[in-house]
């Protein structure tokens, strides 16, 4: 075996220029073949390898790549998909873009599997169902595939697969309990045979994935994960398997993995401090590999080889150094490709970057040094210790005065719920059950169009901001058509709802080519948070003044909140979080009180991603949601009594969170609740939430047209649990990413649904 080797997690998919994006969408648009998706994404599988191997990386993954989700593969591969799914008849590729996508033809109707947040990413996985009838099987050849491919060019890799205790513990139970034996031994005989099938292509590393460790474990979690790997690993002949943990510590289970025959174990030390105590205090075991994940995969900020090389020079004083593999700490998916596409940017910003291939150099050059004994006289190191003596220089500079300078008024808003929601009910005299909107209109492909010609200076801003002005009308006079009461403006000048604001504010920087993926073909080019944050000038409240003096019924002022704002950008790490959460606070809360001046009643502070970075451990929940929460309150803090606040959150997987929410004193609150069965509505009653609410009445990631009575059925069911005086009717998110023709016959049925639940009062 080689020693010093480096290790990655895993590397993004999408390719550099979002080819894997395109191919997809035009398959299933059908206008690429199967063939050739298969075939250019075997290209582009080959391309990573390579690359990899080019920056001597030694543990190469594979099975990394995915056409939409890799938790899918996995659910495909071991046979955990819904009964309803195995028998269309179809090909194995085509069924699985029918369980992420949903599946409709005139006498079937399919749904979508839902979609959950990967950890604390902006990642989102396909949750599989699993139920009592669940067969596992290998039902997949898809990693013995890619192994097989990257072999054909001389590489061998090391084929990734998610672990069996993640699978199970993130994977929807229907019925069944993962901890008896009679269900997972059915699993593991599949883990046993995927062994087997590596062990006969010649494999030498296996990387078995269990973030799950780096949460709040219980007795039974622990002992599942014992029996099932104590029977795995027994089976593993001459592979060598890798544990491998990230997104935290796994200070539950530590121990308890030196009992059991893993080759090499996988840390995170850069989201999992602890991990280096947890060495520290209980030691490490002779002759298992460490993969040292120092290098972080989620963020683009370059690496601190002082730093690193203090926790790797530590770990020598545990670990035999030989023992010692130099990783990123989690995939590299999480990061944007290269920074090679980066000409606009400044050389003075873009020396402290480093995007997933720039990392690949970093592991190279912490490798050189950490086998270096005299590496504080190397180049290298030199010059990146200079560059965070540098950054070091560079700390934001307004940030003590004015968040010290807070008081605790500035958070409070006054008076109390109960007298705005009287006082805003007068002003606005809206019906019973009000019908609005999240905010974005479906973004059709000549508003994506538009913005592109505006930044290739194919037209100029006077013929973009037209054709905006153009865009709103149209909607208002569709939502006045409609019937809705609360209108918006559609958000067609947001490319998206935190980039818009990071290119709208000072302190950030934007990238041309940004981009990490969001959930199967979708992605996002988060902003990065790089210096004091300042709004320039009002950002919105052009086009939403605009909106309302077409029409007079109320329009909606919509903006991104600070949490959000922060959660969904790259933010520098040598500044606390909170201080970052309130200097954006103050520069959206200059934007809430510019729309209330010109006359905006209604304002939504979207917080879709409020709870987003909640730490994975509750110990510590109650620190962030503190600062969490009043960033958000100073946004709002000093509006007027009768001006409504809003504010929208996509997920409602925050049911033992209501009393924190309850904290955040909105006059109403839009959710998603219809995915999750609705049991957010019994919380809310039993919860301190005074807030009028909103919870979505249908899912608008599904293409499917939802039937008036359908909604309405909802909406009874609704009443019943919440009473009639605060509800609102919604989606249960923005209409972006629908088209017109599915978006606004549903629509339209919401209204209607909602009219005759209203007559029949
Ligand atoms: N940041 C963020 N995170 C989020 C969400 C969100 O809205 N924002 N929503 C949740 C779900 N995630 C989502 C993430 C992305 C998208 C989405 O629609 N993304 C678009 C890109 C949006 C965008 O930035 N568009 C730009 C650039 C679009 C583009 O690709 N332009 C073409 C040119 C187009 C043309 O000329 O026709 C190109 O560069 O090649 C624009 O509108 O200006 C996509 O992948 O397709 C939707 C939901 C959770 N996390
Ligand atoms: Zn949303």
């Given at each position: 075996m080689k020693f010093d080797m480096i290790s990655v997690v895993g590397f993004p998919r999408i390719g550099e220029n979002r080819e894997l994006k395109k191919w997809v969408e035009s398959y299933l648009d059908k206008k690429l073949s199967k063939e050739q998706l298969i075939q250019n994404s075997k290209e582009l599988k080959k391309k990573h390898w390579q690359i990899q191997k080019e920056h001597g990386i030694d543990l190469i993954p594979s099975n990394d790549f995915s056409f939409y989700d890799t938790f899918l593969d996995h659910a495909m591969l071991v046979n955990a998909i819904p009964a309803g799914y195995k028998n269309l008849g179809k090909e194995e590729l085509d069924t699985y873009f029918a369980l992420a996508k949903g599946y409709q033809t005139q006498n079937l109707d399919l749904k979508a599997l839902p979609m959950k947040k990967w950890f604390f990413t902006n990642y989102h996985y396909i949750v599989p169902e699993i139920t009592s009838d669940t067969e596992f099987k290998l039902s997949s050849t898809k990693p013995f595939d890619e192994f097989e491919e990257a072999l054909s060019i001389g590489i061998k890799t090391k084929p990734v697969i998610i672990g069996a205790l993640t699978f199970l513990k993130l994977a929807k139970k229907i019925d069944v309990s993962i901890y008896e034996k009679a269900f997972w031994v059915n699993l593991l005989s599949v883990y046993i045979q995927i062994l087997d099938r590596f062990k006969t292509l010649g494999a030498e590393f296996i990387q078995i994935d269990e973030p799950v460790l780096v949460t709040d474990l219980t007795q039974a979690d622990i002992e599942l994960f014992d029996n099932f790997y104590r029977q795995l690993l027994s089976q593993k002949g001459n592979l060598k398997i890798i544990l491998q943990t990230y997104f935290g510590d796994i200070r539950d289970i530590y121990e308890k993995l030196f009992t059991l025959d893993f080759d090499a174990i996988g840390l995170d030390f850069v989201d999992g401090k602890y991990n280096l105590e947890l060495i520290k205090k209980f030691g490490y075991p002779r002759g298992k590999l460490l993969i040292a994940?120092?290098?972080?995969?989620?963020?683009?900020f370059k690496n601190s080889y002082k730093e690193s090389l203090e926790i790797l020079n530590t770990l020598s004083n545990y670990v035999d150094k030989k023992d010692i593999v130099i990783s990123t700490s989690c995939s590299l998916m999480f990061v944007p490709y290269s920074l090679k596409f980066e000409t606009q940017l400044d050389s003075s910003k873009k020396k402290y970057l480093a995007f997933a291939e720039e990392k690949l150099k970093e592991l190279n050059e912490l490798n050189i040094l950490f086998n270096d004994k005299n590496y504080t006289q190397n180049s290298s190191y030199i010059y990146n210790t200079q560059l965070f003596e540098e950054m070091k220089a560079n700390k934001f500079s307004d940030i003590n005065t004015v968040v010290n300078n807070l008081?605790?008024?500035?958070f409070e808003r006054k008076p109390c719920f109960e007298e705005r929601i009287k006082i805003q009910k007068d002003v606005l005299k809206l019906p019973k059950l009000p019908t609005t909107t999240i905010g974005s209109f479906p973004q059709t492909p000549d508003v994506r169009k538009a913005r592109s010609e505006l930044k290739n200076g194919r037209i100029t801003f006077e013929e973009y901001d037209k054709f905006i002005k153009q865009k709103i009308e149209n909607v208002i006079k569709l939502q006045e058509e409609i019937g809705l009461d609360v209108l918006v403006h559609g958000e067609y000048e947001r490319n998206d709802m935190v980039e818009f604001f990071g290119e709208n504010l000072e302190g950030f920087i934007i990238t041309k080519n940004g981009w990490v993926q969001s959930y199967g073909t979708r992605c996002v080019k988060p902003p990065i948070i790089f210096s004091d944050i300042k709004r320039k000038r009002p950002i919105t409240v052009e086009y939403i003044k605009y909106a309302q003096s077409l029409t007079a019924k109320p329009v909606k002022g919509i903006l991104t909140g600070p949490v959000t704002i922060l959660n969904w950008s790259f933010v520098r790490e040598d500044i606390p979080l909170k201080d970052v959460a309130f200097q954006l606070a103050l520069a959206i809360k200059e934007e809430v009180l510019d729309l209330e001046k010109e006359g905006v009643k209604i304002i939504q502070i979207d917080?879709?991603?409020?709870?987003?970075?909640?730490?994975?451990?509750?110990?510590?929940?109650k620190d962030y949601l503190d600062w969490a929460i009043k960033a958000f309150k100073l946004t709002c803090s000093k509006v007027k009594p009768e001006t409504q606040i809003h504010t929208h959150m996509c997920y409602s997987n925050f049911d033992d969170l209501l009393d924190e929410i309850a904290r955040m004193d909105v006059d109403v609150i839009t959710f998603e609740a219809a995915k999750s069965d609705f049991t957010i509505l019994d919380s809310i009653k039993k919860s301190n939430l005074k807030s009028e609410v909103g919870p979505g009445v249908f899912d608008v990631h599904s293409p499917r047209i939802v039937p008036k009575e359908e909604m309405k059925d909802l909406i009874l069911k609704m009443i019943e649990k919440i009473g009639l005086d605060r509800l609102w009717i919604n989606?249960?998110?923005?209409?972006?990413?629908?088209k017109e023709e599915e978006a606004f016959p549903t629509l339209h049925n919401m209204v209607l649904a909602a009219w005759e639940v209203r007559n029949n009062l």
């Open positions: 994940g120092i290098v972080n995969g989620r963020n683009v008081r605790d008024d500035d917080e879709a991603a409020l709870i987003e970075k909640l730490p994975l451990r509750k110990a510590y929940h989606p249960d998110c923005g209409l972006k990413t629908r």
